[in-house]
């Protein structure tokens, strides 16, 4: 099981952390992925951390002001969010593939949390 949390609103140029706490499996053992729905819009991945120890890998819309990273010991995974913009607007989900070693399409993924939203001000 996962849950979102953290998202709210911020203005533009500003930076947002979001968890994602598992329950029944710990987070070094399957890859989570984030992803997020704007309004009117289709699901887009964001990026993933994988249990393989590999480095994150992330959407060039997000590449060089998202990081996404690990806590092994609190079981969860973080979306830290700088510089963001209004493009960023959006409700956020994070998903896990317990099959895979991470993949950029949605429906890889087997669990997905309630997603939080996120709205930027400009």
């Known amino acids: 099981q996962l849950q979102a949390s953290g998202g709210g609103l911020v203005q533009a140029g500003g930076s947002l952390r979001l968890s994602c706490a598992a329950s029944?499996?710990?987070?070094?053992?399957?890859?989570v992925g984030w992803f997020r729905q704007a309004a009117g819009k289709e699901r887009e991945f964001v990026g993933f951390?994988?249990?393989?120890?590999?480095?994150?890998y992330y959407a060039d819309s997000v590449k060089d002001r998202f990081t996404i990273s690990a806590d092994n010991a609190k079981n969860a995974v973080y979306l830290q969010m700088n510089s963001v913009n209004p493009e960023d607007t959006a409700t956020y989900y994070c998903?896990?593939?317990?099959?895979?070693?991470?993949?950029?399409?949605?429906?890889?993924?087997?669990?997905w949390g309630q997603g939080t939203e996120v709205t930027v001000s400009s």
């Open positions: 998903a896990a593939d317990i099959i895979g070693h991470g993949s950029r399409g949605s429906r890889d993924y087997q669990y």
């Open positions: 029944g499996r710990t987070v070094s053992s399957f890859t």
């Open positions: 951390i994988s249990w393989t120890g590999s480095d994150p």
